[in-house]
């Protein structure tokens, strides 16, 4: 049974999941904690309380009011509020995003005043201590779990911190982001951002004053697209199942050998393999891979899209519901616009610097063969292949499909719908949902003006809230979604 359900179904002791049970007094005090000595040290840095089962009986269980943040969430977090809605639970808000009838309404406005508002700083010595029986170890062996990711950075509030200044004092971001191999320089702020480490508002406030140049619109501008996705889950849940684009949504078959070989890293192309595997063992791989993996899974393999999105998903160290769904319908071609944008695996080995490096760290087979023939192991000359002791087909799998042929049926495929398609955008719905990313473009944030306006909400007390159970789930990588490996 997946983890999820069988939290969800099991009942006597009481489940932290993504829910935060506070008992507090008024809106401002912190989430409470547990003996922390039980904790791993990331958890004594930030301490909780972890509580398992349905989150609805936790919440009669504490006395006094009970509140919680309201994140943008799809499938089961849906529901989870409703029904603590119904109990009596208070969701705060706080992060920007609107949640009124049209939010596009005073989006800009909403996400500027957040941005430059005053953070929030809470006050430690009004937090108070709740039983629970639940302790990380507790957990582990009651759905015998163990970690199996390496290289998994250290969580808590204190390393989010110190990620983000070592970023700041000497970030090698532009020019190098799309680089597979690149571990140092990049931001990697993504677990802490969502896990409730580090504010959104907080990292912006610092890079804006700390960066310059490129570097510095590169990272606040990804920052903006974080909060862009955040309202679109918020206004429509239904991107973590449905294609947006109705003229797309049954496109894909399943298929048992692709599937199996694609999660295995074994299709035969290179850099679609390394980045599985990375991601696989590391929790995180950049912004370029995993748009080749969503369009090499979808597109060129023809599967489902939402299995690949939930495999990934799982995977991911920084899954945020609201950014991965949304890229992979995005990259996938489901959304309808940019329909034939369909990453080349080959040539992402040719365009980039450190693409040699990085395929021999995740593929030892394929250490000894020589660079020109990376994009396609597959017409190494036999000659060669006998001479540097890497037989394809054997050491290394054949292509699991033909790169040309695939495209060339995936572009049929998408000519027979492309009407259809940009017919169903003209729908308010569709076009509402559809128009990515064209608002984050067009942000110039008038910053002194800005600087006047500071005010006072509580990002802080959210995004505190938020590390419950998270900061151990990505400390320890216990799998999510048991069902997708
Ligand atoms: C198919 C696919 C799935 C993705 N799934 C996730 C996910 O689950 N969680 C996630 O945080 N990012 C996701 N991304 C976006 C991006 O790849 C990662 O944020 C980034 O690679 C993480 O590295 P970093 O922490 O060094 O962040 P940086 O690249 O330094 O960016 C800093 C922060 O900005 C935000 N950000 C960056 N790129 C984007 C983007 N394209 N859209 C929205 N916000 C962005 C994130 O919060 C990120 O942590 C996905 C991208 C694709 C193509």
């Not at 080349?344 to 995740?362: G, H, L, M, S, T």
């Not at 037989?391 to 495209?407: Q, S």
Request: hydrophobic share 30%.
């Amino acid at each position: 049974m997946p983890l999820l359900q069988k939290l969800r179904t099991t009942t006597p002791k009481l489940c932290p999941s993504s829910f935060s049970t506070q008992h507090s007094t008024n809106k401002t005090d912190l989430p409470v904690t547990a003996d922390s000595d039980s904790y791993t040290n990331a958890l004594r840095d930030i301490p909780v309380t972890l509580y398992h089962g349905n989150p609805v009986n936790a919440v009669k269980h504490l006395s006094g009011d009970v509140y919680t943040i309201h994140t943008a969430t799809g499938r089961y977090g849906v529901e989870r509020n409703e029904k603590l809605h119904q109990e009596g639970v208070n969701f705060v808000q706080g992060d920007g995003l609107r949640r009124v009838e049209n939010t596009r309404d005073g989006w800009s406005d909403a996400i500027q005043d957040y941005l430059y508002g005053e953070p929030y700083t809470h006050d430690s010595s009004a937090i108070t201590i709740l039983d629970s029986d639940v302790s990380i170890e507790w957990i582990e062996d009651e759905y015998d779990i163990e970690p199996d990711k390496k290289r998994v950075p250290t969580g808590g509030r204190q390393a989010a911190l110190k990620q983000l200044h070592d970023f700041a004092d000497s970030p090698e971001y532009w020019g190098y982001v799309s680089e597979p191999t690149r571990e140092h320089g990049l931001s990697k702020l993504g677990p802490y951002l969502r896990f409730g480490c580090l504010s959104i508002r907080e990292a912006f406030q610092y890079l804006q004053e700390h960066l310059d140049g490129q570097d510095k619109n590169a990272i606040t501008s990804r920052l903006h697209w974080n909060l862009h996705y955040q309202q679109k889950l918020l206004d429509w849940a239904g991107w973590m199942d449905k294609a947006v684009n109705p003229a797309l949504r049954d496109m894909g078959t399943f298929d048992q050998e692709k599937w199996d070989r694609f999660k295995e890293g074994e299709t035969g192309y290179p850099m679609v393999d390394a980045a599985v595997r990375q991601l696989k063992g590391t929790g995180w791989c950049n912004f370029r891979n995993r748009a080749m993996l969503a369009s090499f899974h979808s597109n060129l393999l023809e599967l489902p899209w939402t299995i690949g999105a939930n495999w990934m998903y799982y995977h991911l160290i920084d899954a945020d519901p609201a950014i991965n769904y949304t890229q992979w319908q995005s990259q996938t071609s489901r959304v309808g616009t940019n329909l034939y944008r369909i990453y080349n695996p080959r040539k992402q080995v040719r365009d980039r610097d450190e693409a040699a490096d990085f395929i021999r760290e995740w593929i030892p087979a394929l250490q000894e063969l020589p660079e020109k023939y990376l994009d396609q192991p597959e017409k190494t000359p036999v000659a060669i292949q006998n001479k540097c002791g890497v037989i394809i087909g054997e050491d290394y799998p054949m292509p699991l499909v033909e790169y040309e042929a695939a495209l060339s049926r995936v572009k049929r495929e998408l000519e027979q719908r492309e009407a259809d398609a940009k017919e169903a955008l003209q729908q308010d719905a569709v076009r509402e949902r559809a128009s990515l990313s064209a608002r984050s473009r067009q942000y110039e944030p008038d910053i002194e003006a800005l600087k006047k306006t500071r005010t006072t909400s509580l990002d802080s007390y959210t995004t505190y809230s938020l590390y419950l159970f998270k900061t151990f789930l990505y400390n320890r990588c216990i799998p999510i979604v048991r069902d997708v490996k």
